[in-house]
């Protein structure tokens, strides 16, 4: 069974940081990529950040580029994503989502919550 438990959610200051986790379970991690998500209140569901399975190609949503940085740990077969100089309109449901080709497999969302 396929496992992918986000953490590290909560609530931050503007201008604050937060690390998200992802691990993986029941799967070979390594072989995934691996995405960042978000969802605001109302909103569609949004690509934040990828990363490929060796780690060493990287993409960003233009609203974080600069500002989150995403990494992964095959051995943990974790995922994380780095929030840094949080702004208000970054509040959302963060999930991680792991992708090899048409087989994908999401986590349960973690809230982060950015106060001004």
């Known amino acids: 069974q396929v496992q992918l438990v986000e953490s590290g959610g909560g609530l931050a200051q503007a201008g604050g940081s937060l690390r998200l986790s992802c691990a993986a379970s029941g799967l070979t991690f390594s072989r995934y990529a691996m995405d960042w998500f978000r969802q605001a209140p109302g909103k569609a569901r949004e690509s934040v950040a990828s990363i490929d399975w060796s780690g060493g190609s990287t993409n960003y949503a233009d609203s974080v580029k600069g500002r989150f940085t995403i990494s992964r740990d095959n051995a943990k077969k974790t995922v994380y994503l780095q929030m840094n100089s949080l702004k208000p309109e970054d509040t959302a449901i963060y999930y991680c989502?792991?992708?090899?080709?048409?087989?994908?497999?999401w986590g349960q969302g973690t809230q982060v919550t950015v106060s001004s």
């Open positions: 989502l792991a992708v090899l080709g048409g087989t994908q497999y």
